[in-house]
T-cell receptor, first 109, second 114 residues
Framework: SQKIEQNSEALNIQEGKTATLTCNYT??????LQWYRQDPGRGPVFLLL?????KEKRKERLKVTFDTTLKQSLFHITASQPADSATYLC????????FGKGTSLLVTP | EAQVTQNPRYLITVTGKKLTVTCSQN?????MSWYRQDPGLGLRQIYY???????DKGDVPEGYKVSRKEKRNFPLILESPSPNQTSLYFC?????????????FGPGTRLTVL
């Protein structure tokens, strides 16, 4: 079955560092990957979309890459801040939008 | 303000008592869907609707019903809730593409079935 896999372990980093989150996909080739931010008890909020023919996309402090050879997307937050602490979801466009389970990011001062 | 609203936000009920969770969007979106989110399982799609009077099953439709009589509303119906339907539910909407466009999510409905 089509799968989106994200590192289930929480990522703890220090303020000011770059956070890098990984999203791997298996058993299909999504035409798009989307990234969402989710705060506890709240709905996911869209951050970025990257197409399979785009290697990289940026939005302010966010950068997403799409490597079709490795079947992987990396999500970077540069100059991280405590306010960036949240769970980040990756979603792949197949027959439906398949969500990963998310990676929790904690940025400490 | 563009938004997706859900009601109620919190609900505690008992097994077998029919309930409806409402979802409404003010963005004139054609596509709407329902997800449930459970620890360790992530977001799973229950039902979706491509437009008025057009609905289809997602990954986990058992025990749920939906209807789409108006473009802005997409209620989720649990005719005989069971404890395994205890979950956090999200409604989402987007412009017409199931997968290629930004999904706007509602604030969530936390349902407990005793």
């Amino acid at each position: 079955s089509q799968k989106i896999e994200q590192n289930s372990e929480a990522l703890n980093i220090q303020e000011g560092k770059t956070a890098t989150l990984t999203c791997n996909y298996t058993n299909y080739s999504p035409a798009y990957l989307q990234w969402y931010r989710q705060d506890p008890g709240r709905g996911p909020v869209f951050l970025l979309l990257i197409r399979e023919n785009e290697k990289e996309k940026r939005k302010e402090r966010l950068k997403v890459t799409f490597d079709t050879t490795l079947k992987q997307s990396l999500f970077h937050i540069t100059a991280s801040q405590p306010a960036d602490s949240a769970t980040y979801l990756c979603a792949g466009a197949g027959y439906a939008l398949n969500f990963g389970k998310g990676t929790s990011l904690l940025v400490t001062p | 303000e563009a938004q997706v609203t859900q009601n109620p936000r919190y609900l505690i009920t008992v097994t077998g008592k029919k309930l409806t969770v409402t979802c409404s969007q003010n963005m004139n979106h054609e596509y709407m869907s329902w997800y449930r989110q459970d620890p360790g399982l992530g977001l799973r799609q229950i039902y979706y609707s491509m437009n008025v009077e057009v609905t289809d099953k997602g990954d986990v439709p058992e025990g749920y019903k939906v209807s789409r009589k108006e473009k802005r509303n997409f209620p989720l119906i649990l005719e005989s809730p069971s404890p395994n339907q205890t979950s956090l539910y999200f409604c989402a909407s987007s412009t017409p593409s199931r997968t290629h466009n930004e999904q706007f999510f509602g604030p969530g409905t936390r349902l407990t079935v005793l």
